[in-house]
């Protein structure tokens, strides 16, 4: 396949960025979208032009490094999948392909498609946890039997990788389906109850502080996101938030 | 050789963890204050350890290179974690766990640190499950388990195939629960260059800020090294793209011994390599072979027919199909532990059964699980006679619950639908069991400078179990170092701030520097990415799977030529002072590179088979590993003397009073 690539280069975060075009030939179906831009770089460095620098570490969708909007949607067009799984055949030879970071006022861009996410870690220092000691001495695990049905939403709920293409998605970049996610898998056990009223109020304090827009649910941070993370997580927090609003 | 004191505690097996914690020096809650610990790493191991010391009461500075903690590679972990609860009551034990993981790992573990490690598995499950970490249960509530390979019990705790990134949330969790009480200073995006030693012990290290480029210093009354495995030096792994060795190998260069480097997992069950471009290696995880059958055809011509397209796999009747893990192996059968079943395939493969394009590839396949779950569950929903459709749509219903996301990734990457057709699979570099030598303590030679997880040897002799990583990491971090670390930090209470103006850290920072200039000047005309990926295919060629003494020195010779060649002509783009991950890539790859010769150098002088290290002179009438009990039962530690081909071998010799050595057999 030959491509055209329109990436976004950005040398740091103080200068401003624009969008270059490379010509790129020899792209195979089989190779994933950052192997196809190693390709890129591997090509740029014999050059003796700097290489793209973009995110990414476990190139197997779980470790939620890697970004990138691909074509205006982040992770690109494939479903249910990080860019990382995204494979070229879901291009076709000819094919324009314009790669931009993820876009969010509380995602300011490092360098080229890198950009800085740390506002997601600070929602969960915020209150995502159970305030146990790491001392082994708690009770017996199975002493607290948790409804199955219970056990796997909170799993699913788990599941987020922090990505961030929620936020990348939305037209507010709302960070509400990734602060959901973790409300929801502690409101949903017995064990995370006991502090589900200030968890729930802190995060979303910190999720404001941080600068992410409002949910005005249209929907796009499901439809987006690599793990499925499911609407109704915001639902429930939104629960929860007026009910913790209420008792607070 | 008062060096290599491995510590162990005196008296009977069973009580030596406790009557170890009841003679070990305490630190007083108000002195834990005044106290400085370095983490370098924040997956399992680090993260853990991390939030327990700092809940304790100790300051801690977390490193690590990726943007978030969270993102560490044990979060790629798949399959589960063991404990030996005994939930099941199918036997298991704290007895049963030790002895499969000294077995698993074919004797070449120490007893004592296998048996605590079984000892503290179960509070693990505990602790994990108070930290709202959403393990899979069963129907009345209670937590589910399945079994994984080299074991007779089911005792593998759960979160479908996200048990590693369930696990390491949770450690997260409790990281960020001291980030916020101010306990744990995390940075992030920062990579350690060195160790800095002052008076013999460990006592800062120097970093480089990922983003800005700048040069830190960090001082600490001690350092933990958490920094996992070294498998990327193969290249082509299951390892994640940063994963690295350079934690390792700075301390390694500055005193630590490097134990068994040869000790390498090559895991059954990846997904084939496709091409010339590919970066990484997916792994399939082993709970699979709970449900999959692996299987070759018994003819030639059928595979050749497979691998040019004439037939396809469900083309060949149960007759035709040689499943040979279960024919060589009958107790065991598809459950053996990994390093047989990974040779297992290769000798297929090598024998001309394989079936891909490239005849490197066997079938995992699901269709007897779908047809045995399916029936199960119409019998269950009263369905007695149900027609073949409905057991098959129910069957794929139960393997989508069990294995769901696996399915999907290996349908992205492959491009095919494994409910319909079966897996193909081959084995890949997975794992690490070698690592810094360390002592009961998980102190390194050097004093101060402790190592847990994956980046240390202790606990899987030469061959890692299925699912014992993540316990190993847990175990380490949550309840072993927290105690042991205690004990030596108990002489630094008025030890006060360690100061870095001084000039152990300018030396240090001297010599990162001048790396950095030195290959930011070089302006070669290759790339890092060259290097790594001609190291790998001497790796994998010479070190992989079967080793002989004549590759193993031409390996040695090559990885020498090649390092000298790295340092005459590597090209790095770009400044020192700014983002750059061709620098990052290039002090790593420098640092395989001296691994890897090292790593040669060690499987050459273990002229006998044992686990995942097969020397192709050492192997039964059937091909099975042979090993050499009398002259190698001995951890092999490795002592840094500037040059990794000329290293001193210093030997802890192993000793068995618990468990009888024999010859492992899986038939």
């Known amino acids: 396949m030959k491509l055209t690539l329109?990436?976004?280069?950005?040398?740091?975060?103080?200068?401003?960025?624009?969008?270059?075009?490379?010509?790129?030939?020899?792209?195979?179906?089989?190779?994933?979208?950052?192997?196809?831009?190693?390709?890129?770089?591997?090509?740029?460095?014999?050059?003796?032009?700097?290489?793209?620098?973009?995110?990414?570490?476990?190139?197997?969708?779980?470790?939620?490094?890697?970004?990138?909007?691909?074509?205006?949607?982040?992770?690109?067009?494939?479903?249910?999948?990080?860019?990382?799984?995204?494979?070229?055949?879901?291009?076709?030879?000819?094919?324009?392909?314009?790669?931009?970071?993820?876009?969010?006022?509380?995602?300011?861009?490092?360098?080229?498609?890198?950009?800085?996410?740390?506002?997601?870690?600070?929602?969960?220092?915020?209150?995502?946890?159970?305030?146990?000691?790491?001392?082994?001495?708690?009770?017996?695990?199975?002493?607290?039997?948790?409804?199955?049905?219970?056990?796997?939403?909170?799993?699913?709920?788990?599941?987020?990788?922090?990505?961030?293409?929620?936020?990348?998605?939305?037209?507010?970049?709302s960070a509400m389906l990734f602060t959901s996610a973790k409300v929801s898998q502690f409101a949903l056990?017995?064990?995370?109850?006991?502090?589900?009223?200030?968890r729930v109020l802190n995060m979303v304090a910190q999720m404001d502080k941080e600068g992410f827009g409002n949910c005005s649910n249209t929907g796009a941070c499901e439809i987006e996101c690599p793990k499925g993370i499911s609407l109704e997580n915001i639902a429930r927090m939104n629960r929860e938030y007026l009910s913790a609003s209420l008792k607070g | 050789m008062s060096k290599l004191d491995s510590k162990i505690p005196k008296g009977p097996l069973a009580d030596k963890w406790t009557k170890h914690k009841n003679d070990i020096n305490l630190v007083n809650p108000a002195n834990k204050r005044n106290i400085d610990v370095i983490m370098v790493g924040t997956g399992l191991a680090g993260g853990s350890a991390a939030a327990t010391l700092a809940e304790l009461g100790y300051n801690?500075?977390?490193?690590?290179?990726?943007?978030?903690?969270?993102?560490?590679?044990?979060?790629?972990?798949?399959?589960?974690?063991?404990?030996?609860?005994?939930?099941?009551?199918?036997?298991?034990?704290?007895?049963?766990?030790?002895?499969?993981?000294?077995?698993?790992?074919?004797?070449?573990?120490?007893?004592?640190?296998?048996?605590?490690?079984?000892?503290?598995?179960?509070?693990?499950?505990?602790?994990?499950?108070?930290?709202?970490?959403?393990?899979?249960?069963?129907?009345?509530?209670?937590?589910?388990?399945?079994?994984?390979?080299g074991v007779l019990v089911s005792r593998t705790f759960y979160?479908?195939?996200?048990?590693?990134?369930?696990?390491?949330?949770?450690?997260?969790?409790?990281?960020?629960?001291?980030?916020?009480?101010?306990?744990?200073?995390?940075?992030?995006?920062?990579?350690?260059?060195?160790?800095?030693?002052?008076?013999?012990?460990?006592?800062?290290?120097?970093?480089?800020?990922?983003?800005?480029?700048?040069?830190?210093?960090?001082?600490?009354?001690?350092?933990?090294?958490?920094?996992?495995?070294?498998?990327?030096?193969?290249?082509?792994?299951?390892?994640?793209?940063?994963s690295n060795v350079t934690a390792s190998w700075k301390i390694h260069k500055r005193g630590a011994y490097f134990a068994n480097p040869c000790y390498t997992q090559i895991h059954p069950t990846c997904i084939p390599v496709s091409g010339d471009h590919q970066s990484k290696l997916t792994l399939m995880s082993e709970s699979l072979r709970n449900d999959g059958r692996i299987w070759v055809p018994k003819k030639k011509e059928d595979a050749e027919a497979i691998r040019n397209g004439k037939k396809k796999p469900n083309d060949l009747s149960a007759e035709e199909r040689d499943y040979y893990l279960e024919r060589r192996y009958p107790s065991f059968g598809n459950l053996v532990p990994r390093d047989v079943a990974s040779r297992a395939a290769k000798e297929r493969c090598d024998a001309g059964f394989g079936v891909n394009k490239t005849g490197q590839a066997v079938y995992l396949d699901f269709a007897s699980a779908i047809e045995r779950y399916g029936k199960e569950q119409a019998a269950i929903h009263g369905n007695h006679n149900p027609s073949k459709e409905e057991v098959t749509k129910l069957g794929k219903q139960v393997i989508e619950n069990k294995y769901g996301n696996l399915f999907q990734m290996y349908e992205k990457i492959v491009d095919e639908n494994p409910y319909e057709t079966p897996m193909m699979i081959y084995p890949a570099v997975h794992y690490t069991m070698g690592g810094i030598w360390v002592d009961y303590n998980l102190q390194s030679t050097i004093p101060g400078c402790y190592v847990t997880g994956e980046a240390n040897f202790s606990d899987h002799g030469a061959n890692r179990l299925g699912a014992s990583a993540l316990m190993q990491g847990l175990a380490d971090g949550y309840f072993v170092l927290p105690y042991t670390i205690g004990d030596y930090l108990s002489k630094d209470i008025k030890t006060g701030k360690i100061p870095t103006d001084t000039k152990e850290f300018d030396e240090a920072e001297n010599k990162v520097r001048e790396?950095?200039?030195?290959?930011?000047?070089?302006?070669?005309?290759?790339?890092?990415?060259?290097?790594?990926?001609?190291?790998?295919?001497?790796?994998?060629?010479?070190?992989?799977?079967?080793?002989?003494?004549?590759?193993?020195?031409?390996?040695?010779?090559?990885?020498?030529?090649?390092?000298?060649?790295?340092?005459?002509?590597?090209?790095?783009?770009?400044?020192?002072?700014?983002?750059?991950?061709?620098?990052?890539?290039?002090?790593?790859?420098?640092?395989?590179?001296?691994?890897?010769?090292?790593?040669?150098?060690?499987?050459?002088?273990?002229?006998?088979?044992?686990?995942?290290?097969?020397?192709?002179?050492?192997?039964?009438?059937?091909?099975?590993?042979?090993?050499?009990?009398?002259?190698?039962?001995?951890?092999?530690?490795?002592?840094?003397?500037?040059?990794?081909?000329?290293?001193?071998?210093?030997?802890?010799e192993l000793e068995y009073e618990n468990i009888e050595v024999k010859s492992r057999s899986y038939k």
């Open chain 1, 6 to 173: 329109k990436i976004w280069r950005q040398k740091n975060s103080q200068t401003k960025g624009e969008l270059k075009t490379y010509p790129i030939d020899g792209v195979e179906g089989d190779m994933s979208f950052l192997e196809m831009l190693d390709v890129l770089n591997e090509d740029l460095i014999n050059k003796g032009e700097e290489p793209v620098v973009f995110d990414h570490d476990c190139r197997e969708g779980i470790c939620g490094s890697c970004s990138l909007q691909i074509n205006g949607e982040p992770h690109g067009p494939d479903r249910l999948v990080t860019t990382c799984q995204l494979h070229m055949r879901m291009f076709n030879d000819g094919d324009t392909i314009v790669i931009e970071p993820f876009r969010a006022k509380a995602f300011p861009v490092i360098k080229d498609l890198v950009v800085d996410r740390s506002a997601f870690d600070r929602i969960q220092q915020a209150g995502g946890y159970i305030s146990v000691n790491t001392s082994g001495n708690t009770i017996d695990a199975n002493t607290i039997p948790v409804n199955k049905h219970d056990a796997d939403e909170s799993f699913e709920a788990a599941t987020c990788i922090g990505c961030g293409a929620c936020v990348a998605a939305c037209k507010n970049a």
């Open chain 1, 189 to 198: 056990l017995p064990q995370g109850r006991i502090e589900a009223t200030e």
């Open chain 2, 60 to 149: 801690v500075k977390t490193f690590c290179y990726q943007d978030s903690p969270r993102r560490a590679h044990s979060i790629a972990a798949q399959g589960g974690i063991n404990a030996a609860k005994n939930y099941q009551g199918d036997g298991d034990s704290n007895y049963r766990l030790f002895y499969d993981t000294i077995k698993g790992g074919d004797y070449r573990s120490r007893e004592a640190n296998v048996y605590r490690l079984a000892e503290v598995s179960a509070n693990i499950i505990d602790q994990c499950v108070a930290q709202g970490v959403p393990f899979a249960r069963e129907y009345g509530g209670y937590l589910d388990n399945r079994s994984f390979g």
């Open chain 2, 159 to 242: 979160a479908k195939g996200q048990t590693g990134q369930q696990l390491l949330l949770g450690a997260y969790s409790a990281m960020n629960r001291q980030i916020n009480r101010g306990k744990i200073t995390p940075y992030n995006r920062h990579e350690m260059l060195d160790l800095v030693i002052v008076d013999g012990k460990a006592r800062g290290i120097i970093a480089r800020d990922l983003v800005t480029g700048e040069i830190e210093r960090h001082s600490a009354h001690a350092v933990v090294i958490a920094s996992g495995g070294y498998g990327n030096v193969f290249f082509l792994s299951t390892n994640a793209m940063g």
């Open chain 2, 515 to 652: 790396l950095l200039e030195k290959l930011i000047n070089n302006k070669g005309t290759h790339s890092v990415d060259h290097f790594h990926k001609k190291l790998g295919h001497i790796m994998w060629d010479k070190c992989g799977m079967a080793r002989n003494a004549k590759d193993l020195e031409s390996a040695m010779a090559e990885i020498r030529a090649l390092r000298e060649e790295f340092w005459r002509d590597v090209k790095v783009p770009g400044g020192m002072n700014e983002m750059n991950a061709e620098l990052e890539k290039a002090t790593r790859v420098a640092d395989f590179l001296e691994l890897g010769e090292l790593f040669a150098k060690d499987a050459l002088h273990r002229n006998e088979s044992c686990g995942g290290h097969f020397r192709e002179e050492y192997q039964t009438e059937e091909g099975e590993a042979l090993r050499d009990d009398e002259n190698f039962m001995y951890v092999a530690a490795w002592e840094y003397t500037g040059d990794p081909g000329n290293e001193v071998l210093h030997k802890e």
